[in-house]
């Protein structure tokens, strides 16, 4: 199946149905995140599904903002996440809306449920509330305060409203039943006191509406037909529903839930990958082992192998871990295909060709891609010394060793057949430098003699390459569900990021922030975004050649 189509699922069989009956004309989702973190890669496939969905229907999809905790929100993150939806090259519709737009019409909802009698303050401390609201097996104990007058609670509501009440001395709870089997009946508390600076409303308020409380009603006022959000919201549709059905609101969105996604060796949770952040055991949200969104951008996935993995996993009710293996094949089957080639030596040993020419330096041609000839070709230089992988080098091995041995040949990629002739060792005994010899007759060619050189090995001139940092990354974690372990720091793994100093061809000293390569017999990697520079030039593994992870298993 093509990149980008679409798949079906339980929530488009629905929304035909829909359609279909005349219950819906058109289709409005929202995708609306809470601006207390950087988005990842769980995030992507929300955003994939409503965005999707509205473009697949032509239909309308809302970006907005849930910033009823204003303790934890940022404006950065408002920033970070419009930049990762546009980079997954989605639009939202009008401009990004926040449920701090609504707190007036929030407020008088509130009231009017107090003024039928649906909701009342309470003064009950949190431990008190939470001893009264009873266990799964366990039907809640009523509040003393729950049948409180309605003159009582909306004068109490609106001393609540005029900052006449400590943080954490009185809330506003919606009356429902507390003995009910679903905990989140048990007259949950919509509304709380909380003098904190809003980053959209500044200090007009210090009450601030609960998540749950707010964000149906959003929905409601923007018209959203099809509410799309995550099995850990199931519970919570019945909360949803309710707050609907006793408010004076016409529309009534339809919540649907799906599976979140849980990707192996990392994390999903936006508390621990902050803790992350905050403890120093990555360098910042956008650090490339990081599975957000910024993350994988700086590391060198693109937009469209992002969307392909959402659409090859699938949209379902079932919980699953996702293998990384999944992830890494999108962006590896993009890259074999659309990146363009380079040659860098990340472990570099010097080679000395001795009979070619001192001070000759050859500009040879190196096509930009082997099976695509529209991407063109670059000059490379050759010259008397290059550097070669020192893994490419052994001074003898068994007849499965494709590369270079001592009395053998083998051909530099896009250049010359060469045969080792000796070596020279430093004191520890560690190969300082391979002199060898050229077949100057070979130059995209075979030797003429008839003999075969089989194996290929790539290298960079030593006096023109430049010198460059590879940061090879491996997963963040040692196991497969970090979230499961009651201290995921402890499984953290120790050489999830490996740095290493080597060369590449000149060419790559232009090279351009997350756009990716392959260097060749190596792996796919970009410029960093951040600490590359043209005197200090730094690359970012994306992704190796093949799949090493389950070679590892």
């Known amino acids: 199946m093509a990149a980008d189509a679409p798949r079906s699922n339980f929530i488009r069989q629905i929304i035909d149905k829909d359609l279909a009956s005349g219950k819906h004309s058109s289709v409005h989702t929202r995708f609306p995140p809470e601006p207390n973190g950087f988005l990842h890669i769980g995030h992507a496939k929300s955003i994939v599904l409503n965005f999707g969905i509205a473009e697949d229907y032509q239909g309308q999809c809302n970006l907005r903002f849930d910033d009823t905790n204003p303790l934890k929100e940022k404006v950065d993150y408002v920033n970070s996440i419009q930049e990762d939806v546009k980079w997954l090259g989605y639009t939202w519709e009008g401009q990004p809306r926040y449920s701090s737009n609504y707190f007036d019409q929030l407020h008088a909802y509130a009231v009017e449920l107090i003024e039928k009698g649906l909701a009342y303050v309470d003064f009950s401390s949190q431990d008190e509330m939470r001893e009264m609201r009873g266990t799964l097996k366990e039907p809640g104990k009523n509040s003393p305060y729950r049948d409180t007058s309605v003159e009582e609670n909306l004068q109490h509501f609106a001393d609540m409203t005029a900052g006449k009440y400590e943080e954490g001395k009185a809330a506003l709870r919606a009356k429902i039943d507390m003995s009910s089997p679903f905990m989140v009946l048990r007259d949950p508390v919509i509304y709380r006191v909380r003098f904190a600076h809003h980053h959209q409303t500044g200090d007009k308020w210090c009450v601030y509406p609960m998540y749950d409380f707010t964000h149906c009603i959003s929905d409601a006022l923007e018209g959203i037909t099809h509410s799309l959000c995550t099995l850990e919201f199931q519970d919570n549709r019945r909360l949803y529903d309710w707050v609907l059905d006793n408010i004076s609101i016409d529309c009534h969105p339809q919540q649907i839930e799906f599976s979140r996604l849980n990707l192996q060796y990392t994390v999903m949770s936006k508390r621990k990958l902050n803790l992350l952040v905050e403890e120093g055991k990555v360098s910042g949200w956008d650090d490339p082992r990081m599975p957000t969104i910024a993350?994988?951008?700086?590391?060198?996935?693109?937009?469209?192998?992002?969307?392909?993995?959402?659409?090859?996993?699938?949209?379902?009710?079932?919980?699953?871990?996702?293998?990384?293996?999944?992830?890494?094949?999108?962006?590896?089957?993009?890259?074999?295909?659309?990146?363009?080639?380079?040659?860098?030596?990340?472990?570099?040993?010097?080679?000395?060709?001795?009979?070619?020419?001192?001070?000759?330096?050859?500009?040879?041609?190196?096509?930009?891609?082997?099976?695509?000839?529209?991407?063109?070709?670059?000059?490379?230089?050759?010259?008397?010394?290059?550097?070669?992988?020192?893994?490419?080098?052994?001074?003898?091995?068994?007849?499965?060793?494709?590369?270079?041995?001592?009395?053998?040949?083998?051909?530099?990629?896009?250049?010359?057949?060469?045969?080792?002739?000796?070596?020279?060792?430093?004191?520890?005994?560690?190969?300082?430098?391979?002199?060898?010899?050229?077949?100057?007759?070979?130059?995209?060619?075979?030797?003429?003699?008839?003999?075969?050189?089989?194996?290929?090995?790539?290298?960079?001139?030593?006096?023109?390459?430049?010198?460059?940092?590879?940061?090879?990354?491996?997963?963040?974690?040692?196991?497969?569900?970090?979230?499961?372990?009651?201290?995921?720091?402890?499984?953290?793994?120790?050489?999830?990021?490996?740095?290493?100093?080597?060369?590449?061809?000149?060419?790559?000293?232009?090279?351009?922030?997350?756009?990716?390569?392959?260097?060749?017999?190596?792996?796919?990697?970009?410029?960093?975004?951040?600490?590359?520079?043209?005197?200090?030039?730094?690359?970012?593994?994306?992704?190796?050649?093949?799949?090493?992870?389950?070679?590892?298993?």
Not at 356 to 384: C, I, K, T
Not at 510 to 533: L, M, N, T, W
Request: proline share 6%; hydrophobic share 35%; with cysteine.
């Open 295 to 553: 993350g994988m951008r700086r590391r060198g996935y693109t937009p469209s192998s992002v969307r392909e993995f959402c659409h090859r996993i699938g949209v379902t009710k079932m919980d699953n871990q996702v293998e990384m293996s999944m992830l890494e094949a999108c962006i590896r089957d993009e890259l074999n295909h659309g990146a363009p080639r380079a040659m860098a030596v990340i472990d570099p040993v010097r080679l000395v060709i001795e009979n070619y020419p001192a001070g000759e330096v050859e500009q040879l041609q190196a096509p930009n891609h082997p099976n695509d000839e529209s991407m063109g070709s670059r000059e490379v230089p050759f010259a008397r010394e290059i550097f070669i992988e020192r893994e490419d080098f052994r001074e003898s091995a068994n007849k499965k060793y494709k590369r270079l041995v001592l009395d053998k040949e083998v051909r530099l990629r896009n250049a010359y057949v060469i045969k080792a002739e000796r070596v020279e060792k430093d004191a520890d005994g560690n190969i300082t430098t391979i002199f060898c010899s050229y077949d100057p007759e070979t130059l995209g060619k075979d030797p003429a003699d008839g003999r075969k050189v089989k194996g290929v090995i790539h290298w960079v001139a030593a006096e023109h390459a430049k010198p460059a940092e590879f940061r090879l990354y491996d997963r963040l974690f040692q196991v497969p569900n970090p979230a499961a372990e009651e201290d995921f720091f402890s499984t953290l793994n120790p050489d999830s990021l490996v740095v290493k100093q080597g060369y590449v061809e000149p060419s790559m000293a232009a090279a351009e922030a997350e756009k990716p390569f392959q260097f060749e017999r190596i792996g796919y990697f970009c410029a960093d975004s951040k600490d590359s520079s043209a005197e200090h030039l730094v690359f970012n593994q994306t992704v190796g050649l093949r799949d090493t992870w389950n070679d590892e298993a």
